[in-house]
């Protein structure tokens, strides 16, 4: 099935058992990166977010430099090209991401390579390096001949981890719950919900 069918049926289960999900944009979270949050956390004037946004974009930076993006080209990039985000839960922020088999790769375990053991995120973080390990042969070479902004030629699934990691740390640094990432491999949405249903139990209406 594919993943925005699974989400859809994802987000028809959640809703049938009272978890609502919308799709919406955030203006720190964009193909400008981390550079891009910088601006919107500096924009903010919210003394709550400058240690957590600081750590965010110094670790982002760092990911970025091992998977050999070019920074200048974040720069030079529009400040309204939006990531969309499928699944956020309005009434408490919470952002849920489904991650399919395309996301397990050898860039990606780079990127989590450099995350402490600690990050805030709502996720087990041995688990996605576990399954990039087994899914990197295949994974890799998806979009190998496609050029991506910032990482060149065949640097789709360099700019796939990095914006990855972007969704993961910048989220709970603008002051959202954690990110939840729930591995979706070959399962339908409704049974992939189900199957998480007490992961979310706090998403449901009490």
Request: with cysteine.
């Amino acid at each position: 099935m594919a993943l925005d069918e699974t989400t859809a049926a994802f987000a028809a289960a959640a809703a049938a058992d009272g978890i609502t999900f919308a799709s919406r944009t955030f203006d720190w979270l964009g193909e400008q990166g981390h550079v891009g949050l910088e601006r919107v956390a500096r924009t903010r004037r919210d003394p709550a977010l400058v240690a957590p946004a600081k750590a965010a974009i110094a670790l982002l930076q760092a990911i970025y430099a091992r998977l050999r993006g070019d920074e200048s080209v974040l720069r030079a990039s529009r400040e309204n090209l939006l990531l969309p985000v499928e699944l956020v839960h309005e009434a408490t922020g919470t952002v849920v991401e489904l991650t399919g088999p395309e996301h397990f790769t050898s860039f990606r375990a780079a990127a989590l390579g450099l995350y402490t053991d600690d990050a805030p995120v709502a996720f087990d973080l041995a688990e996605h390096r576990a399954l990039c390990a087994a899914w990197a042969g295949r994974s890799d070479g998806i979009g190998r001949g496609l050029a991506a902004k910032g990482f060149g030629f065949g640097g789709v699934q360099r700019q796939r981890a990095y914006q990855d990691s972007l969704r993961d740390l910048a989220t709970p640094a603008m002051g959202h719950p954690p990110l939840v990432r729930i591995v979706a491999v070959d399962e339908e949405g409704g049974a992939l919900y189900r199957r998480h249903r007490t992961l979310l139990a706090g998403l449901r209406p009490s």
